[in-house]
């Protein structure tokens, strides 16, 4: 396809997104409200502490520990919620029968609510730093990075999401995965320092341990050597971007072969 | 060659029971069995059949949506397993589906806008487009109003819109005045036959025999899975 109409497209889509949302504005006024109320009960919870493992780990308190953690998190927590709203049973079929490909029509759809993630992160993020007076040290090419990787992961984790949504027609295994497990393990508001060495282990198959750890590095003030933990994070990423398209793939096949693209 | 053509094609469904029921009744439902069929460039059919007889089916292997179990399928030349992308620029299709992927908070122009950015029609074209097909139509005047305070029947026609914005030389309508009221059912035919004599080739479905003959044409019946041609004068008489 020509780059120009590509070009049209996005810009398409990215109006249709804003007006979409922009016609629900009670949503966005709830989760400005949702977001920053969340990150100050967190960072004052953290403030509130004396002494904390991330000191030593990151040389960050536990306040900006936890904030870092919330505030980023929907970069690589959002691909599943991201994909499924622009695969809505009845317009599948619509989009299905033109010639745009899937993943494609999946990425661009969902370029607005890439950018909306990346920015309400940023905000959250400025806003509850500010109101709680924490400290960082920023490395930003570091920081860049890990965000990149970051959306590669979740848009791996998006499509697994998806075409397992699209064979199962539910999708609670790879949300419970990704909410409940690595909510625990995935170094997001619980330190992996603490926990018993088994739930250690666990953490590193997670994406989540490998992309919070490296925001923190990036975020601390003494970063340790950070090239393995990147290195690890890069081919992470990949294999998850690779999966989530093979398992994309299948599940539209699957529709394909049986027939089933509406499930409500 | 701008026609459709099928050559014994077969298509079954698994059928799966409630938890707690019997297996007995589970197992494989044949819905199309060896049928083949031919439309011509610029030709009409209509395609007439119960409640479940399998003409969606039909239009949604020409459409791509689904894949034959075995058989042959072209559009305009093009094999629908190997060249599905080629189908897609080479047909339209009106889906008998709910709310037809239609977003209710936005308007009819953005929706439609969406829809050719999907079909690939570049925005100056689509717009001329859209706002001609609309006029045509009879939605011009409602077309920034939201979708949601459409009636059925202006939602079929808004539908007929989305499967002309790419200027299709193939057509498939899924039982298109399904729901709709009388006076839209008659404006939806008038415009079918428009785009009959303006040469494109268009496959109806439809479960009634009035809104069959009402077309000129061939009319099919499919029943058990099989494709039978009818007599039209026995249809009409």
């Known amino acids: 396809m020509r780059v120009n109409l590509w070009i049209e497209r996005s810009i398409i889509f990215f109006k249709r997104e804003l007006k979409l949302k922009a016609s629900y504005r009670m949503n966005l006024f709830i989760s400005i409200v949702g977001g920053v109320s969340g990150l100050v009960v967190y960072g004052l919870l953290g403030n509130s502490a004396f002494g904390s493992v991330t000191t030593q780990a990151y040389n960050i308190t536990l306040g900006a520990y936890l904030v870092s953690g919330v505030a980023f998190s929907p970069i690589i927590m959002g691909g599943l919620a991201m994909f499924s709203q622009h695969s809505s049973p009845s317009e599948l079929e619509e989009v299905m029968v033109t010639p745009t490909g899937f993943r494609d029509y999946i990425l661009t759809s969902s370029v607005f609510d890439i950018l909306v993630t990346l920015g309400s992160s940023g905000f959250f993020f400025g806003t509850a730093t500010l109101l709680l007076g924490l400290n960082y040290s920023f490395n930003i090419p570091l920081l860049a990075l890990v965000t990149l990787l970051g959306l590669l992961c979740s848009i791996g984790l998006g499509f697994i999401g998806l075409g397992m949504r699209l064979i199962y027609k539910q999708s609670s295994l790879v949300s419970w995965v990704v909410f409940s497990l690595t909510g625990l ?46 290195g690890l994070f890069v081919v992470y990423a990949i294999v998850l971007l690779g999966a989530g398209v093979l398992v994309l793939d299948r599940g539209l096949r699957f529709i394909r072969r049986n027939g089933t693209h509406r499930w409500i | 060659m701008n026609g459709i053509r099928l050559h014994a094609v077969w298509k079954s469904f698994s059928r799966k029971s409630e938890i707690g029921h019997s297996k007995a009744s589970s197992g494989k439902s044949e819905v199309l069995r060896e049928v083949t069929l031919q439309l011509d460039e610029r030709e009409i059919v209509s395609l007439l059949g119960r409640n479940g007889a399998g003409k969606t089916t039909l239009i949604r292997i020409i459409s791509t949506l689904i894949e034959p179990d075995a058989g042959k399928v072209e559009v305009c030349g093009y094999d629908v397993k190997k060249q599905a992308h080629q189908v897609r620029r080479h047909v339209g299709v009106m889906l008998n589906a709910g709310e037809g992927g239609f977003q209710s908070r936005l308007s009819a122009i953005t929706n439609l806008e969406y829809y050719a950015a999907l079909y690939q029609v570049p925005i100056r074209q689509a717009r001329i487009r859209i706002r001609d097909l609309l006029q045509e139509m009879g939605l011009a005047g409602r077309e920034w109003d939201q979708c949601q305070s459409y009636s059925s029947g202006m939602r079929r026609r808004l539908a007929l819109v989305r499967a002309l914005l790419s200027d299709p030389p193939v057509l498939l309508l899924d039982e298109p005045t399904l729901g709709v009221d009388p006076w839209s059912t008659g404006e939806i035919h008038q415009m079918i036959r428009k785009l009959a004599e303006g040469g494109k080739t268009i496959l109806i479905t439809t479960n009634n025999v009035s809104e069959a003959r009402g077309f000129d044409g061939r009319i099919l019946t499919l029943e058990n899975g099989t494709l039978t041609e009818q007599d039209r004068e026995a249809i009409l008489s």
Request: glycine share 6%.
């Open chain 1, 185 to 230: 393990v995935g170094n997001i508001i619980v330190p992996i320092q603490i926990l018993p060495t088994i739930l250690q282990s666990v953490s590193y198959v997670t994406p989540q341990y490998y992309f919070f750890t490296s925001l923190r590095v990036a975020l601390g003030s003494e970063s340790p050597p950070v090239g393995p933990l990147v």
